[in-house]
T-cell receptor
Framework: KQEVTQIPAALSVPEGENLVLNCSFTDSAIYNLQWFRQDPGKGLTSLLLIQSSQREQTSGRLNASLDKSSGRSTLYIAASQPGDSATYLCAVRPGSYNTDKLIFGTGTRLQVFP | GAVVSQHPSWVICKSGTSVKIECRSLDFQATTMFWYRQFPKQSLMLMATSNEGSKATYEQGVEKDKFLINHASLTLSTLTVTSAHPEDSSFYIC???????????FGSGTRLTVV
């Protein structure tokens, strides 16, 4: 059974710092992995999608890496800003294309203070 | 892009009434949509998978007679909370998968409060 874990559970940093959020999964047979951001009381915003054949994806100050063999993904946030404060969720889509249920991690609650 | 629109964003209803939540994929067709429930400070809990033209697949422990799901077209799925009670108060979110990328797009969520 696929399990997804995120550490740390919470993080509070001053703005300007570079951050690394970690996501680990127990079954390396995945179709893709997706990072989301959720603001309080809002839906999920997709940040980056990494297919199983890819090693990393970048968008602006965000970079996500994927190491399937070790069951890990990291989300790197450069030069953090107060507007980055949110809960970050990683989600794994299991290996078979016919299996389309996302498995979510427990989330990392990030607070960036001025 | 891939945009999913969810309405209403919030609703307050009286106990015993029914509430319908709509989820639309605006710029792509979604044969499958998903409905989640989220409690405060917790992650998303999958309730059911909505399949266009067929019955929804419910997760274990989710009452299919209470949470009616209809997926009548490739761009619209609805969740109806029937005979709502205060314990049904929660945040409900839908999502859809874009076939070309396999990525998921989420709606903005619906805050349901049953009084």
């Amino acid at each position: 059974k696929q399990e997804v874990t995120q550490i740390p559970a919470a993080l509070s940093v001053p703005e300007g710092e570079n951050l690394v959020l970690n996501c680990s999964f127990t079954d390396s047979a995945i179709y893709n992995l997706q990072w989301f951001r959720q603001d309080p009381g809002k839906g999920l915003t997709s940040l980056l999608l990494i297919q199983s054949s890819q090693r990393e994806q970048t968008s602006g100050r965000l970079n996500a890496s994927l190491d399937k063999s070790s069951g890990r993904s990291t989300l790197y946030i450069a030069a953090s800003q107060p507007g980055d404060s949110a809960t970050y969720l990683c989600a794994v889509r299991p290996g078979s294309y016919n299996t389309d249920k996302l498995i979510f991690g427990t989330g990392t609650r990030l607070q960036v203070f001025p | 892009g891939a945009v999913v629109s969810q309405h209403p964003s919030w609703v307050i209803c009286k106990s015993g009434t029914s509430v319908k939540i709509e989820c639309r994929s605006l710029d792509f067709q979604a044969t499958t949509m998903f409905w989640y429930r989220q409690f405060p400070k917790q992650s998303l809990m999958l309730m059911a998978t909505s399949n266009e033209g067929s019955k929804a697949t419910y997760e274990q422990g989710v009452e299919k007679d209470k949470f009616l799901i209809n997926h009548a077209s490739l761009t619209l799925s609805t969740l109806t909370v029937t005979s709502a009670h205060p314990e049904d108060s929660s945040f409900y979110i839908c999502s859809a998968s874009k076939v070309q990328t396999g990525g998921y797009t989420f709606g903005s969520g619906t805050r349901l409060t049953v009084v």
